[in-house]
């Protein structure tokens, strides 16, 4: 799947109109247009912005556009960190307790706080 393909379907996905992505990353009209009818590459600048209207991770965006190369296993991490970012204060609390309970479910290792509280 190329980017152009990519693009739309994160557009599909989010019910979002090349208007709406326009708005949103601040990209001309005329370029956005480009990108989707393959007449012109994603650069660095148009990535970044486009990833900033889909609030996702910058990484993403550069994987899927071909300007960054190696795994792609890491692209759910970097999701999550946006995530995680993006949460308040209560939401983080709740994302970290759901790990938390993820991670004990498994068997995982639980890693302990400096004063010997379990995570």
């Keep these: 799947m190329d980017?152009?393909?990519?693009?739309?379907?994160?557009?599909?996905?989010?019910?979002?109109?090349?208007?709406?992505?326009?708005?949103?990353?601040g990209l001309s009209t005329a370029l956005v247009s480009r990108i989707l009818s393959r007449k012109?590459?994603?650069g660095s600048k148009a990535c970044k912005s486009i990833a900033r209207a889909l609030d996702?991770?910058?990484?993403?965006?550069?994987r899927k556009a071909?300007?960054?190369?190696?795994?792609?296993?890491?692209?759910?991490?970097?999701?999550?960190i946006q995530l995680y970012l993006s949460a308040n204060r209560e939401e983080r609390e709740i994302m970290l307790e759901l790990a938390?309970?993820?991670?004990?479910?498994s068997g995982k290792q639980v890693y302990e706080k400096t004063d010997g509280r379990k995570l």
């Design 3 to 25: 980017f152009a393909d990519w693009l739309f379907k994160e557009l599909i996905n989010r019910d979002m109109t090349q208007a709406e992505l326009v708005r949103l990353s």
């Design 40 to 42: 012109r590459g994603v």
């Design 56 to 62: 996702m991770p910058e990484e993403i965006v550069y």
């Design 66 to 80: 071909g300007l960054l190369s190696g795994s792609e296993e890491p692209h759910a991490l970097a999701e999550l």
């Design 100 to 105: 938390r309970e993820l991670s004990r479910r």
